[in-house]
Structures are given as structure tokens and as C-alpha cells.
């Protein structure tokens, strides 16, 4: 891993520089270069960060995403060790949802209160993130499949909320009309697991502060009676 620290006012430039003069006077930022990693990250402990980069090419969107996450984390935002605590000891996420599925969602859910700033800078919207979500004919099958075998039942839950929630937080303009197309379908397909995660998506979006946590003890809530109604002997 390639330390790039001395590089870093490369990757500022006139949109980025308010948020990063901001978050630099408060953390200490520091930024890596690794070719092993599939795409930009950033580590947060305390008041240190570190921001690690997959090639050398200066990309001004990506760096500015990883700062927002830093600004999440100085707004109180829910960090990772705090939602990992939580699952562990959590029923629902133990037996039913696996808790690498809800730690996408917590990622999905981040991007949904950073996309605000990232767009106030003038960034492109199709700069926010390197994936598009598609809904398959094949993962539409497995959805109505899967809830009729036992085994897979679970299985089928979390690939549901998994595309529910990647759909949801998709903030390409272009992309608005496809993905309001693929909710629609995945809405046909299990209407009221559904409208359970679009309360707790809803919710989210709402909160004034940025205590996850709190959203996720009101998902857990609703989710019970339908739990118990399909999952119950």
C-alpha cells in the first residue's frame, strides 16, 4: 500500500474545498493508494481517517465521496463497529437477515444523506457511485421462487430487501424511470415485505439526526408480525 498523503491537495479542487478545509481542521485525513481494492474506501477511528484509492488516476467525484463519509461521521452518524455491535446481538438479524445484507443497506442509507452535498457541489450525479442497478428476469424468478422452499426461504427475504433498498438509494436521474419500473415489479412480487421497507427507508430520509440505530429498532418492529405470520410454526 502506497501512502499518497503528500498528494492529497491534488485531489481538491474548487467544488471539493470548502468540505474538505472543513473536515481537515477537525480530522486527521490521510490517503493510500491500494491495487488490491475494487474501489475507493475510507477508514474512520476517532479523529483519524484514511482514505484508500484502487489506481492513481485523481478523481475528484470519488475523493469527495469518501470525505462525505467523514462528514457523516462529524454529524454523529452511526458508525460500523455501533451497527456491528448491535446485530450481533440482535435476534431478527441472527435468524433472519443476514447481517452482511443490513451492512449494505447501511451503506445505501449513507449515500442517501451524502447524495444532498455531493449534488450542492455541482458534481455529475452519475459520478456518485460506479454501479447501476438492474433487476434481471433471473433474480425476479429466484424472488418468487424462493418463499415456497423452505430452506431458502431467508435466502429469498434478504435478496428481496437487498434489491428493495439498492433501487431505492439509486440517485442517477437518468436511471429514474427504469428503476421506478423495477420497484413496481418488485412491489407485485411481495407487496407487504414491500411496504415494510419503504416505511424504513421513508423513515431514514426523515430522521433529523443520524442515529441508525433508532431507524433500525423501528424496521425490526414492523418486520416482527410479518416475521411470525411466515416464518412462525
Given at each position: 500500500?502506497?501512502?499518497?498523503?503528500?498528494?492529497?491537495?491534488?485531489?481538491?479542487?474548487?467544488?471539493?474545498?470548502?468540505?474538505?478545509?472543513?473536515?481537515?481542521?477537525?480530522?486527521?485525513?490521510?490517503?493510500?493508494?491500494?491495487?488490491?481494492?475494487?474501489?475507493w474506501l475510507v477508514e474512520i477511528?476517532?479523529?483519524?481517517?484514511?482514505?484508500?484509492?484502487?489506481?492513481?488516476?485523481?478523481?475528484?467525484?470519488?475523493?469527495?465521496?469518501?470525505?462525505?463519509?467523514?462528514?457523516?461521521?462529524?454529524?454523529?452518524?452511526?458508525?460500523?463497529?455501533?451497527?456491528?455491535?448491535?446485530?450481533?446481538?440482535?435476534?431478527?438479524?441472527?435468524?433472519?437477515?443476514?447481517?452482511?445484507?443490513?451492512?449494505?443497506?447501511?451503506?445505501?442509507?449513507?449515500?442517501?444523506?451524502?447524495?444532498?452535498?455531493?449534488?450542492?457541489?455541482?458534481?455529475?450525479?452519475?459520478?456518485?457511485?460506479?454501479?447501476?442497478?438492474?433487476?434481471?428476469?433471473?433474480?425476479?424468478?429466484?424472488?418468487?421462487?424462493?418463499?415456497?422452499?423452505?430452506?431458502?426461504?431467508?435466502?429469498?427475504?434478504?435478496?428481496?430487501?437487498?434489491?428493495?433498498?439498492?433501487?431505492?438509494?439509486?440517485?442517477?436521474?437518468?436511471?429514474?424511470?427504469?428503476?421506478?419500473?423495477?420497484?413496481?415489479?418488485?412491489?407485485?412480487?411481495?407487496?407487504?415485505?414491500?411496504?415494510?421497507?419503504?416505511?424504513?427507508?421513508?423513515?431514514?430520509?426523515?430522521?433529523?439526526?443520524?442515529?441508525?440505530?433508532?431507524?433500525?429498532?423501528?424496521?425490526?418492529?414492523n418486520l416482527k408480525p410479518y416475521?411470525?405470520?411466515?416464518?412462525?410454526?
Open positions: 500500500m502506497e501512502n499518497l498523503t503528500h498528494k492529497i491537495e491534488d485531489y481538491i479542487n474548487y467544488q471539493n474545498k470548502s468540505l474538505w478545509e472543513e473536515l481537515y481542521s477537525e480530522y486527521d485525513i490521510e490517503l493510500f493508494h491500494d491495487p488490491t481494492e475494487f474501489s477511528k476517532g479523529k483519524k481517517a484514511k482514505i484508500v484509492c484502487d489506481n492513481l488516476e485523481i478523481n475528484y467525484a470519488s475523493f469527495t465521496h469518501e470525505l462525505l463519509h467523514i462528514k457523516l461521521d462529524q454529524l454523529g452518524m452511526t458508525n460500523f463497529n455501533e451497527l456491528s455491535d448491535y446485530t450481533s446481538n440482535h435476534l431478527i438479524f441472527k435468524h433472519f437477515i443476514f447481517r452482511s445484507m443490513i451492512y449494505n443497506v447501511f451503506n445505501f442509507h449513507s449515500h442517501k444523506k451524502m447524495f444532498p452535498y455531493f449534488d450542492s457541489m455541482g458534481f455529475n450525479d452519475v459520478d456518485f457511485v460506479s454501479n447501476t442497478e438492474n433487476f434481471s428476469f433471473i433474480e425476479s424468478l429466484r424472488l418468487r421462487i424462493f418463499p415456497k422452499i423452505k430452506l431458502l426461504k431467508s435466502c429469498g427475504m434478504e435478496e428481496f430487501l437487498g434489491k428493495f433498498f439498492a433501487l431505492k438509494n439509486d440517485f442517477i436521474q437518468s436511471n429514474s424511470i427504469r428503476k421506478e419500473r423495477y420497484l413496481k415489479r418488485l412491489r407485485k412480487i411481495n407487496t407487504e415485505l414491500f411496504d415494510i421497507a419503504e416505511q424504513f427507508d421513508s423513515e431514514w430520509n426523515e430522521r433529523n439526526d443520524f442515529d441508525y440505530i433508532a431507524s433500525l429498532e423501528i424496521f425490526t418492529e416475521l411470525s405470520e411466515k416464518y412462525g410454526r
